[in-house]
C-alpha cells in the first residue's frame, strides 16, 4: 500500500496533463465558441438593462435560491416537461432573437441540462443562442463575483 505521500506526488505529476486534457463533452457541445457568453459580458449587459432574454434550464431549487436577475425559469432541460416549459417560454420570442440559456447546477463541461436545452432551441430554429460560460458552477462564476442576482424564495422571518 502506497503511503500519503507517494499518493500525493503521483497526483501532483498528473494533475498538468489532466488540466490540460480536452473534457468528454468538448467534442459532444453543439455549440461553437461564438456562442459562449462570459459572465463579465453578460452581467455588464444585464446591469446596463440590454441583456437578451435569458432562460434558467437548472433544477428549480437552484432558480428560486438566487438566479441571474431577469432570467426566467425554463425548467431542467434534462426532464421533458423541462424540455416543454423552454419551449412555452420561447414561443413568443422571434426565431432571429439572441438569447442566453443557463444552467450552473455544476461545472458545464458535465452539465445535464445544457446541451438538451441549447439544442432544443436549435431544433426550434433559434439562430442567436448564446451559453453562459459556467466552468465551475454558478455560486461561484456568477454570485461570488458580484453579478447582478435576485432570489424567488421569500426571506427568512427574523
Same mark, same amino acid.
Given at each position: 500500500?502506497?503511503?500519503? &505521500?507517494?499518493?500525493?506526488?503521483? %497526483? ?14 468538448? %467534442? ?11 459572465? %463579465?459580458?453578460?452581467? #455588464? ?23 441571474? #436577475? ?8 434534462? #426532464? ?8 412555452? %417560454?420561447?414561443?413568443?420570442?422571434? #426565431? ?18 445544457? &446541451? ?43
Amino acid at each position: 500500500m502506497r503511503n500519503r &505521500r507517494e499518493i500525493l506526488i503521483s %497526483a501532483v505529476r498528473v494533475l498538468p496533463v489532466a488540466a490540460l486534457a480536452p473534457s468528454a463533452h468538448a %467534442a459532444a457541445d453543439p455549440w461553437t465558441g461564438a456562442e459562449i457568453i462570459q459572465p %463579465a459580458e453578460l452581467a #455588464k449587459k444585464v446591469q446596463a438593462g440590454t441583456a437578451p432574454p435569458i432562460f434558467c434550464v437548472a433544477f428549480p431549487p437552484l432558480y428560486r435560491q438566487r438566479h441571474i #436577475k431577469g432570467a426566467k425559469y425554463a425548467g431542467p432541460g434534462n #426532464k421533458p416537461e423541462g424540455i416543454k416549459s423552454l419551449e412555452t %417560454a420561447a414561443a413568443a420570442l422571434s #426565431k432571429d432573437a439572441e438569447v442566453v440559456l443557463y444552467c450552473g447546477c455544476c461545472p458545464m463541461d458535465v452539465c445535464p441540462n445544457i &446541451r438538451p436545452s441549447y439544442e432544443t432551441m436549435k431544433k426550434l430554429g433559434f439562430q442567436k443562442i448564446r451559453v453562459l460560460s459556467v466552468p465551475t458552477n454558478m455560486h461561484t462564476d456568477w454570485s461570488s463575483k458580484g453579478y447582478p442576482t435576485e432570489s424567488s424564495v421569500p426571506p427568512a422571518a427574523g
